[in-house]
Nanobody, 123 residues
Framework: QVQLVESGGGLVQAGDSLRLSCATS????????MGWVRQAPGKEREFVSA???????YYADSVKGRFTISRDNAKNTVYLQMKFMQVEDTAIYCC?????????????????WGQGTQVTVSS
């Protein structure tokens, strides 16, 4: 059974940095594209970033230049490094996997999800 477990969320101030991790188990991590999606209170789920099995990356315009996604296949883990954080980044962040080498900007293309980790940015 595929499992994804996020960690690293917390409360930070605007301008600060935070790194999220998503540890996976249950299948060949290197064969799956991975993504990060967030959902703020009262808002719809929003694509944040994704990474192909080969390392190519996608970013939402709202985070481009501030967030960096990466993966460590030896550790079965995907990361989201967040810098210059803004109050608008406050949300629950979930990682997700897709049974393809291709990442997707559409969160509906991902089949397995973690429980999420809360990120709160104060002004």
């Amino acid at each position: 059974q595929v499992q994804l477990v996020e960690s690293g969320g917390g409360l930070v101030q605007a301008g600060d940095s935070l790194r999220l991790s998503c540890a996976t188990s249950g299948r060949s991590f290197e064969d799956y594209a991975m993504g990060w999606v967030r959902q703020a209170p009262g808002k719809e789920r929003e694509f944040v970033s994704a990474i192909w099995t080969g390392g190519q990356t996608y970013y939402a315009d709202s985070v481009k230049g501030r967030f960096t996604i990466s993966r460590d296949n030896a550790k079965n883990t995907v990361y989201l490094q967040m810098k210059f954080m803004q109050v608008e980044d406050t949300a629950i962040y979930c990682c997700a996997s897709r049974s393809s080498y291709l990442a997707s900007r559409d969160y509906r293309d991902y089949s397995h999800w973690g429980q999420g980790t809360q990120v709160t940015v104060s002004s």
